[in-house]
């Protein structure tokens, strides 16, 4: 993984060392931490529950060093990598620590123990990854370019519908088509989290909410979140309509059969709904 946040001289004082003067007199350390952490969500919602808190990562990391009374720095390091990994978003961690204070008959200026360990290697769960279902949807401006907005800013896209042409359903009459598609998308967020990252993208993308079920430059809703069902005032999964719409049917129907219900092809009008299509992303 190439994205990492790196914190780099942290100091704190402990009682560590073999020594007699060591078990005696807190001495100083260097602590320097590589975390290794997937920060694409962060780059595009500039939310801080996207990424790893690193003001509390220090915290926690020199409140453990200073209530140790380890002998060895190998043995304080792995506390330090193990702290570090309690936190949800970090897949490995570079430790280095370092002794300030040498306590060698030689001259040397510091003596250091550095790790690498990842979540494996400290028996810790792997990032829980969810497969949810996501529909795109625009009227206003450049349609296309508005869904490859949508689909781009959405992440781990693994799996993408053919682009629909569709009549509006409610709203003014005076609307114009929609494009649509289903995209399946792996995530590590939480619903509530892919729920800020979609609307996120509707920012981006000038998305005004003046007129119910009005035009708009792009539409972003979760559609199914794994077999999670979630009933709250801000978010509801399944969507509670998305049985009722063949826009959002058809496209879902190519890429996930299996998560539309059963006979929706005969029970629903067939009309308004034509397939363009696949969206071009380059």
Known sequence: MADRIDISGLRAVTIVGALPHEREIPQPLQI???????????????????????????????????????????????????????????????????????????DASTTSVRIRRTRADADLPARTVHTAYVALGSNLGDRESYLRLGVLGLGHVTSMSSVYETDPVGGPDDQGAYLNMVVEVETSLDPFALLRRCQQIESEAMRQRVVRWGPRTLDVDIIQFGDISIVSDDLVVPHPRFAERRFVLEPLAEIAPDRCPADWNTTLDAGGVYRRGPLVLA
């Not at 915290?59 to 936190?87: H, N, Q």
């Open 32 to 106: 320097d931490l590589s975390l290794e952490v997937d920060l694409r969500d962060a780059g595009r919602t500039d939310e801080l529950g996207d990424t790893v808190h690193y003001g509390l990562v220090a915290d926690r990391v020199v409140a453990a060093v200073e209530e140790s009374k380890d002998i060895l720095l190998e043995r304080l390091v792995a506390r330090i990598a193990d702290e570090v990994l309690t936190f949800d978003r970090v897949d490995a961690v570079n430790v280095e620590l370092t002794k300030l204070r040498t306590p060698l008959a030689v």
